[in-house]
Nanobody, 124 residues
Framework: QVQLVESGGGLVQAGGSLRLSCAAS????????MGWFRQAPGTDREIVAI????????YYTESVKGRFTISRDNAKNTVYLQMNSLKPEDTAVYYC?????????????????WGQGTQVTVSS
């Protein structure tokens, strides 16, 4: 079994920065991709960023391009989400997820393992 544990959430003022971490533990695991999702109250869980095992060509949803950066350290089984220039609309619970197999990875149904989520609150 694989466990994903997020950390790094919190309360920050608009314009500030946070770095989320997601550490994977459990059996030897080489996911095809890791993704960060977020879910605000009353909304669907949406993809924020995706990174493949190789780390090439990361994907970002339009609203975070130029502000967020996804990266991974395969030796540490950890993926990161650096969030800069945060806006109140970024407020949500952020989840990391791991996909075992190749695919498009844009929806929650493409992922096999999930973390428990970490709250990010951006005040105006």
């Amino acid at each position: 079994q694989v466990q994903l544990v997020e950390s790094g959430g919190g309360l920050v003022q608009a314009g500030g920065s946070l770095r989320l971490s997601c550490a994977a533990s459990g059996r030897t695991f080489r996911p095809a991709a890791m993704g960060w999702f977020r879910q605000a109250p009353g909304t669907d869980r949406e993809i924020v960023a995706i990174i493949s095992w190789s780390g090439s060509s990361p994907y970002y949803t339009e609203s975070v391009k130029g502000r967020f950066t996804i990266s991974r350290d395969n030796a540490k089984n950890t993926v990161y989400l650096q969030m800069n220039s945060l806006k109140p609309e970024d407020t949500a619970v952020y989840y990391c997820a791991a996909a075992k197999y190749g695919g498009i990875w844009l929806t929650r149904y493409d992922y096999d393992y999930w973390g428990q989520g970490t709250q990010v609150t951006v005040s105006s």
